[in-house]
């Protein structure tokens, strides 16, 4: 399995800011993917990065407030712009299995707090 | 509907007992895979299983075994021998083969093992 990493692990940040996460995988991965997690809720899908393409972002998520980078195979960011309190979340970045292409695993997660 | 249903929001279980974590599905791909994660208070993700909808047999992995009843639906966890450290959220997952790579993930059971 992949090691993920993430940082920030945790931050605590001004409503109207934004703050960008970043996430790190020790191989090459075709596709990364970025989650959320609200306050006792599951997780979420926000968008599919893939390396040198615009990364899909499922309904309900838009490119302006949730802008992600995948500058190569092993590294990725989300950026949560413009923070609500609404944005508090834990948000998870993962990575399909390089062999199998079925199981992802999930970096640390960055817990996010927004005041 | 849901794709993924877990009816238990919390268990409880003793030390060294087995517990057993529902799970139901619901999909019309005749390919796909069950998973599921165990998610402790630092809120990392953590990969415990996987079931291929083609596997004729019961997926095994250490104390973790996936009772996997495709007529019904049902890919429940059965964790054997629990230990204090299984206390955590476990979350249930599908993957449809044609539909994309989302992963889909139910609500999440907490389980909390009592010494």
């Known amino acids: 399995s992949a090691v993920i990493s993430q940082k920030p692990s945790r931050d605590i940040c001004q409503r109207g800011t934004s703050l960008t996460i970043q996430c790190q995988v020790d191989s090459q991965v075709t596709m990364m993917f970025w989650y959320r997690q609200q306050p006792g809720q599951s997780l979420t899908l926000i968008a599919t990065a893939n390396q040198g393409s615009e990364a899909t972002y499922e309904s309900g998520f838009v490119i302006d407030k949730f802008p992600i980078s995948r500058p190569n195979l092993t590294f990725s960011t989300l950026t949560v712009s413009n923070m609500s309190p609404e944005d508090s979340s834990i948000y998870l970045c993962s990575v399909e299995d390089v062999d199998t292409r079925e199981t992802q695993y999930f970096g640390p997660g960055t817990r996010l707090l927004v005041l | 509907a849901q794709k993924i249903t877990q009816t238990q929001p919390g268990m409880f279980v003793q030390e060294k007992e087995a517990v057993t974590l529902d799970c139901t599905y619901d999909t019309s791909d005749p390919s796909y895979g069950l998973f599921w994660y165990k998610q402790p208070s630092s809120g990392e993700m953590i990969f415990l299983i996987y079931q291929g909808s083609y596997d004729q047999q019961n997926a095994t992995e250490g104390r973790y075994s996936l009772n996997f009843q495709k007529a019904r639906k049902s890919a429940n966890l059965v964790i054997s021998a629990s230990q204090l450290g299984d206390s955590a959220m476990y979350f249930c997952?599908?993957?449809?083969?044609?539909?994309?790579?989302?992963?889909?993930f139910g609500t999440g059971t907490s389980l909390t093992v009592i010494p």
């Open positions: 997952a599908m993957r449809e083969r044609f539909a994309g790579n989302q992963f889909y």
